[in-house]
């Protein structure tokens, strides 16, 4: 969910505009995406949308939030081409205006003039950003690596990076994501010798390999290790067949033609022939590989010949789903390899000593920590510190943090209103968490529904009460509870006063009071009771 506003007098920038997935708590809910209720209040100051990279956390929220800010929007091309179908999708892209850069570009916004520095990531076309304000020259990193063999050959413009320290810069704020990890991080080059060992391996049965669909350099290692030993290529998943689709049409992905077939003409050719390439590695339970696990997928099913390959990190909180999907693959005989037993997955982040290098290149007066927990911007402003940056020039910031920088100082002055927005369905910002704690109520307690008919002008029961349950009882075996909640709604109808006889919300009160001490008393459950008197 990173999003960050620059403001300098009456000018605004805003880098990066992402979405996060939903917590475990969050029930129902499809996606979060960051409360932009200043940017709504400043909108007349925003001058435009920087996007460092693709990915979700970082463009995902740019279909919601543009429906209340929409400034110009400005990123690589392949940054720019998965926003395209995004906007597309949710019928916007008419009504925005996309600005494509290159690495070493320049674009001028009010107040500020911003220069796309290339970074290695695990998506193409990342970039990092020097920001040149009338305060001094801010250095953003945005998500990056310094892989010296990129499978594209496009290094981290170290030397750009180097030119912006020479000259003297403000601020820099920099990707914390791995700065627990020691050393260096490996090159995606190592995964592509990994993939290659296992196709050379495994000469029988289907080959499947499950990648985040946004991974063009890892798509494009897959695919030139299966033609290397003649598989024709499938593409699964709807996010995976788009991405394929827009990196190949910007020259961003070389695959012939020829080498790729349609998921319905695989019949037409040998197992030990065909490579599939899928969403899915995090077990989602709509996920194309999931439901292949489950035999449920339209046109493919796990064979106990198959190999599958989760080429993917285990990422936090998904580690069961994952399990999960392990656990399917594996009872119908295929063969599982991932990221624990393999070395086909390596991180797109920095770790330590990268970290230091940038740091030594740039350094800056004052550096900023961002991207990760608040644990890891803790730990990567203690590993900067160590390098002799004094503590003072260290600053931690947090969501709604208002960090003012000159010339010569840098201090959280104050807090501006930030958070999370859920999205659910069609609706947005309609779930709050009143909302999520009764969901979490319902889901752990189960309801009782009472309802009744009662007499307007004399309060006495003309019909019921009739008492269903849902995820509370089972009604059937549990006959005797519901007849003494009955009786126990009944006499609380009966000793009401007169008031409460003909105002219903009052008795709806009683009645639920009356039968959450019983459930409470007798069973140790805390059911949302809904009582629904109608008159006659």
Known sequence: ????????????????????????????????IPDISYLKKNSEKIRGIILTHGHEDHVGALPFILRDINPPIYGTRLTLGFVQEKLTEHKLLSQVSLNPLKPREKVVLGSFEIEFIRVSHSIVDGVGL??????????HTGD???????????????KKFAEYGEKGVLALMSD????????????????????DEIFREKTSGRIFVALFSSNIHRVQQVANVAVKYGRKIVFNGRSMLANVRIARELGYLSILDESIIEIKDMHRYPSNEIAIVTTGSQGEPMSALMLMAMDEHKYLK???????????????????TISNLINHICRRGADVIHEKVSEIHVSGHASQEELKLMYNIVHPRFFIPVHGEYRHLTAHARLIQKLGLPAERTILIEDGDVLELTEDS??????????????????????????????????????????MVINRQTGEVVMGPDITTRGFVFEKESAELIEESKRIVLETVGVGNIEAKTDWSEMEIEIRKALRRYYNKRMQRKPVIFPIIMEM
């Open 410 to 451: 840098a201090a959280v002055t104050g807090k501006v209103e930030a958070g999370r927005v859920f999205v659910d369905g069609k609706g947005v910002g309609d779930v709050g968490e009143i909302v999520l704690r009764d969901r979490k109520h319902l889901s752990e307690d189960g309801m009782v529904i009472v309802v």
């Open 302 to 320: 796990v064979d106990k010949d198959d190999t599958i390959i989760l080429s993917s990190k285990f990422i936090p909180g998904n580690e069961k």
């Open 1 to 32: 969910m990173n999003i960050m506003a620059m403001e300098y007098g009456d000018d605004i920038i805003v880098i990066d505009a992402g979405l996060m997935f939903p917590e475990s708590y969050m029930l129902g809910v499809d996606i979060v």
């Open 130 to 139: 020097a920001i040149t304000t009338p305060a001094g020259v801010v250095i």
């Open 144 to 158: 990056f690596k310094l892989d010296q063999t990129p499978v594209d050959g496009q290094v981290t413009d170290l």
């Open 176 to 195: 914390s994501t791995n700065v627990e990890k020691e050393g260096y991080t490996l090159s995606e080059r190592e995964v592509g010798v990994a993939i």
